[in-house]
């Protein structure tokens, strides 16, 4: 009985000690891509996407594999000295993880300077990031990246999908540029 206790303890610690490992990794892989997009490098953060990576926001609607990581290479192209990337209260488990981050730049031909601050939940597998979803206030976005016009529209399901078309447009002149 004593033998059967102590290989039961035994599994639940290497379970436990599994799933902590497990949750530090993840931690760190959040860590990892948040501090290689402050960097601006698009190359290690796609290293931390799974193959089959889904990632999905406001602007750019749903991408799916390599267009996902080409799409951080095109925006990390486009920076500027004052684009300034910073990311705070990381949160994970052995599946699942959260994060918040902030971007402040100067945006496209409008010269209007943006801070967009994002949520984003993540899913993990094979120690990868699987699922990406970011999310944030469209109509605040317009607002500062836009203008006046922003401010009427930014809310309407009809400039989000222009918005949409005119950034699967500039990824695909990217990639075909590429």
């Avoid at 530090?24 to 601006?40: A, V």
């Avoid at 094979?126 to 500062?144: A, V």
Wanted: proline share 1%.
């Amino acid at each position: 009985m004593k033998r059967f206790v102590l290989l039961q303890n035994q599994h639940i610690f290497n379970t436990l000690h599994k799933e902590h490992n497990l949750i530090m990794n993840t931690h760190k892989l959040i860590e990892t891509f948040y501090t290689s997009f402050s960097n601006g490098n698009s190359k290690e953060m796609a290293d931390c996407y799974h193959k089959d990576i889904v990632f999905q926001d406001p602007v750019f609607g749903t991408l799916k594999g390599k267009r996902a990581c080409k799409m951080w290479e095109m925006l990390l192209a486009k920076r500027t000295e004052s684009t300034q990337i910073s990311f705070d209260n990381i949160k994970t488990n052995a599946d699942q993880g959260t994060a918040t981050w902030k971007a402040e730049y100067t945006y496209g031909e409008t010269n209007r300077k943006v801070i967009n601050i994002v949520h984003a939940n993540f899913k993990f597998k094979d120690g990868k990031i699987i699922e990406h979803i970011d999310s944030f206030n469209l109509w605040k976005w317009t607002q500062q990246a836009m203008g006046f016009a922003g401010y009427l529209f930014g809310w309407t399901p009809f400039l989000k999908s222009k918005i949409q078309k005119t950034t699967h447009k500039k990824l695909n002149d990217f990639i075909n540029n590429k």
